[in-house]
């Protein structure tokens, strides 16, 4: 059984803590929860019938001896700081999304981690995702022939201006780093790379504060190639309401997208190429066979 601690309980950390308390991780035990803030502390005595030990400070609670891990879920500048604390304290991590706010600290987090032979993982939990774990498939396996493109569309992480006023860290580029890329969006980059492969050249504009007041960037929209000639296309806005969340990878033997939790193929009998070049029709009328899975 490991025995984790939680470090900072706020929105993500409390339900975490919460999901690990109730036993919903096989074997895993909340051993210790951590948070500067009284309030949160006083939350998690009630929440959790005071069976966990609770600490103000994270250093206290890395030299407890209390935890075989920590689960890092504070702003983002400290979770490389934490990390490195706690692997040289001899726990395990698992650090919230997203690694870090610059090269640097992140560079040094890994080496650490690396140097001290314990488990680290970042939580990536979307590539676990049934939907993009089979189009990942698909897209590695050449069910969709060559790839021609990627379009991601992803403006449905709407935020109000009282979000980003929720905490003193958020929308900076001192404490959160970045916007909507470095805190909605890290999953999505992340199974877009997981997925496609990592681009030869990138391009992107980044709007800031376009729609609220704050001073990172909350509209994008970035344009990649890859070294085939395919190419992608990736827009992601906290401004937009309602939004959309569709992902439409087309290769030469048809297209994959994944919307509304359904993935749905169409794939091709013939591979595009050969009937673009031995087609005797201008527009032919090609079957198409259609499947959805959710």
């Given amino acids: 059984m490991v025995r984790i601690g939680v470090i900072g309980i706020g929105k993500m950390g ?83 999304k997203p690694s ?28 676990t995702n049934p939907l993009y774990r089979s189009l990942r498939e698909m897209v590695r396996s050449g069910d969709l022939g060559e790839l021609k493109r990627m379009v991601w569309i992803i403006s449905n992480w709407y935020r109000t201006q009282y979000y980003y006023d929720s905490g003193d860290w958020r929308g900076t580029w001192g404490q959160e780093g970045g916007g909507v890329l470095m805190n909605q969006c890290p999953h999505n980059l992340d199974l877009w790379q997981w997925i496609m492969g990592m681009p030869s050249s990138v391009r992107a504009v980044c709007h800031k504060g376009k729609f609220h007041r704050i001073s990172v960037e909350d509209d994008v929209t970035i344009y990649a190639e890859y070294p085939n000639g395919a190419s992608a296309v990736f827009i992601a806005s906290t401004g937009e309401c309602p939004g959309t969340n569709r992902l439409e990878i087309s290769g030469t033997k048809g297209k994959a997208v994944v919307e509304n939790g359904c993935l749905s193929l169409y794939l091709l009998e013939k591979d595009e190429r050969e009937i673009c070049f031995q087609s005797k029709q201008e527009m032919p009328n090609e079957p198409v066979e259609i499947r959805h899975s959710h």
């Fill in 100 to 127: 870090g706010i610059d090269t640097k600290s992140v560079k040094q987090m890994n080496k650490v981690a690396h140097e001290s032979g314990k488990v680290f993982g970042i939580m990536y939990n979307q590539r």
């Fill in 14 to 96: 409390s339900a975490h803590a919460v999901s690990i308390f109730e036993q919903k991780v096989e074997g895993m035990r909340l051993s210790a929860v951590c948070d500067i803030s009284p309030e949160k502390r006083s939350w998690a005595a009630e929440q959790l019938n005071d069976q966990v030990y609770c600490y103000s400070s994270y250093r206290e609670l890395l030299s407890s001896g209390n935890c075989d891990a920590v689960l890092i879920a504070v702003p983002h500048r400290l979770h490389p700081v934490i990390a490195c604390e706690a692997f040289q304290a001899g726990l395990h991590v698992l650090t919230e």
